[in-house]
């Protein structure tokens, strides 16, 4: 009997709970989901494949359609492993593909614990297909677990009593400043922390991350500062949101919008976790435009680096970020108040380098692992005692 996670890949925000608790227990972690990270080794893995439910031209029936074609699939998944005498002492879950639905079918006294991500607001039609299956798996969990007390705030109320806030938690150690870090872009420049770097990171270039609020405050940030370097991070495709229309990425619109090229502008893509650290390291002004919305671990591991983060002022950023003590908020909407507070920062780094020591100080207190993890590891042995 052991631990069984569930998500559409191997490890998502499990990271860290796994790689804390896996050496203690036995057997092996089980991990149920789609996608494999083959670098990921400290769980048995289970895989699924979603049936097709549906007409794929029916677009307002879709979600739920994609999500009972997950729910299917891995419910028969469940039962096979049950079948072979698999039964979990405890289930950690994310709800948001619906591989979770099915667990009290296969196994209806396992204690479960879902991950509360994000709980679309709105109360139309298009919402309710967008949440009814984070409704129902918290209904069927014993507790929840948000990262954020925003992110918890989302959720109907009442669900609050049952949904607890403990962040995944983040590597301090690992993430340190380093004022000898340097970082080389793809036409071999060497930048370095006497450089004026604005950075911009993101798992998709996508208006719900402020891409768009981001880009259009570019020209005006290099006319401020005509020496400055914009390193942009971050794959193609829209992770939480849809494509633009008629095709293509919103980067391609945006820029084709803006008539923005500048070889002072450098789109990266995705790049290893090392060189992110670098950097982190390195750049002067790091921009988190996002739009209410998840907080990304990127932004606290970039505050952990020791950089100075330009925020957007909203509720979920305002959790992480007090104005002029641990870092900077403007109002991400306006193109030059965004850009007007980034050159600030370009033209005195030292004048707002003790934000970005707050910063760290912020991080270490709140988000490292050493503060994450024990609560985590409170509740699992609430629900399953001696499971750690």
């Keep these: 009997m052991s631990i069984l996670y569930i998500h559409h890949s191997v490890p998502g925000q499990f990271l ?19 996608q494999d990270n083959t670098a990921f080794h400290l769980v048995d893995k289970q895989f699924y494949r979603p049936d097709t439910i549906g007409s794929p031209g029916d677009r307002a029936l879709q979600p739920v359609a994609n999500v009972l074609g997950h729910a299917r699939a891995a419910g028969r998944q469940l039962r096979a ?30 204690p479960f614990i879902v991950y509360c991500e994000f709980f679309r607001p709105g109360d139309g039609i298009s ?3 967008a949440n009814w299956h984070l409704a129902a798996a918290l209904h069927i969990a014993d507790a929840g677990v948000a990262p954020t007390a925003w992110q918890r705030s989302t959720f109907p109320a009442a669900y609050h009593a049952k949904i607890r806030t403990i962040h995944d938690g983040i590597d301090t150690r690992r993430l340190h400043p380093d004022p000898m870090a340097r970082f080389e872009l793809p036409d071999l420049t060497m930048l370095s922390r006497r450089d004026r770097i ?26 401020l500062v005509p ?65 209410p919305f998840v907080l990304s671990w990127s932004v606290v591991e970039a505050m952990s680096l020791g950089a100075v983060v330009v925020g957007a002022r909203n509720p979920p950023v305002e959790e992480l970020i007090e104005d002029g003590r641990n870092g900077l908020l403007v109002d991400a909407t306006d193109p030059a108040a965004l850009a007007g507070r980034v ?29 994450c993890m024990p609560p985590w590891l409170e509740l699992m042995r609430e629900l399953a005692p001696k499971i750690v």
Excluded: C, K
């Design 16 to 34: 860290n709970i796994i790689q804390h608790v896996a050496p203690r227990i036995r057997p092996q972690p089980v991990f149920l989901a789609v």
């Design 227 to 291: 020496d400055a370097r914009i390193v942009v991070v971050g794959g193609e495709r829209a992770q939480y949101g849809p494509e633009p229309e008629g095709g293509g990425s919103h980067r391609a619109a945006l820029l084709r919008d803006l008539g923005l090229s500048d070889p002072r502008v450098h789109f990266l893509g995705r790049i290893r976790y090392a060189e992110f650290i670098r950097l982190m390291q390195v750049t002067t002004a790091h921009v988190y435009s996002s739009r």
């Design 343 to 371: 050159a600030e920062v370009l033209r005195e780094p030292a004048a707002f380098a003790h934000l970005g020591r707050a910063a760290r100080e912020t991080a270490i207190a709140r988000y490292d692992l050493s503060r």
């Design 127 to 129: 919402e309710a297909m």
């Design 81 to 110: 492993m049950a079948d072979a005498g698999f039964r979990p002492r405890l289930v950690i879950g994310h709800p948001g593909w619906g591989a979770a639905l099915p667990l009290r079918e296969v196994f209806p006294d396992v």
């Design 198 to 223: 604005v950075t911009y990171v993101a798992r998709g270039l996508e208006p719900a991350r402020g891409f768009p609020e981001f880009l259009h405050a570019v020209p005006r940030i290099l006319e």
